[in-house]
């Protein structure tokens, strides 16, 4: 794991970060300008991974230094027809998922709740425990073999969920 941002933006250039997202980040003049990138539906991705893998900052770091920006405090919104997003780091007990899209890293006992009408697309890593209840619909990534996800489906008759476990990292092939 690296401790801050300067040592994370090398090893993410090293790894082969995109001229796009390196001006993207280095337009970046706030912390609520960093969280929105590392929100964004490819930024999600990449710092699961990063997480999940050891190659990036850890859950610590985002504790310590975006607390602000996590467990319900923020919501990335991209607008009308959009998506938004939100990241949850270190959270016990039950949430409420009303984001598209949603980091879970380092939770423990958290139960998360897809409500009827709702779709998310959850990603989790970072040794977190959770188990979701899927009213909605739910897409659930899995990265690594340190975080585990229970899933209880209660829709009638289709299943309205699907699990994929990445074993590996998509950036630098650790596991």
Request: proline share 2%.
């Amino acid at each position: 794991m690296v401790n801050d941002l300067l040592s994370f933006k090398r090893v993410a250039m090293s790894l082969g970060l995109c001229d796009q997202y390196k001006k993207k980040w280095d337009e970046c003049t706030d912390k609520r300008q960093l969280m929105d990138l590392a929100l964004d539906s490819n930024g999600v991705d990449f710092i699961a991974d990063s997480i999940a893998f050891g190659w990036g900052l850890g859950v610590d770091f985002f504790n310590r230094h975006f607390a602000d920006y996590i467990n319900g405090k923020y919501k990335r919104d991209s607008g009308p027809h959009g998506y938004s997003s939100e990241m949850l780091v270190g959270l016990e007990g039950m949430y409420y998922l009303y984001s598209t899209i949603t980091l879970v890293a380092g939770c423990k006992c958290l139960n998360i709740v897809v409500p009827p009408s709702s779709y998310g697309r959850v990603y989790v890593c970072g040794g977190s425990e959770i188990h979701l209840s899927v009213f909605g619909v739910c897409e659930v990534y899995v990265y690594g073999d340190d975080s585990h996800v229970g899933i209880t489906n209660h829709c009638r008759g289709a299943i309205k969920y699907t699990k994929t476990h990445i074993p590996s990292s998509r950036w630098n092939n650790r596991k």
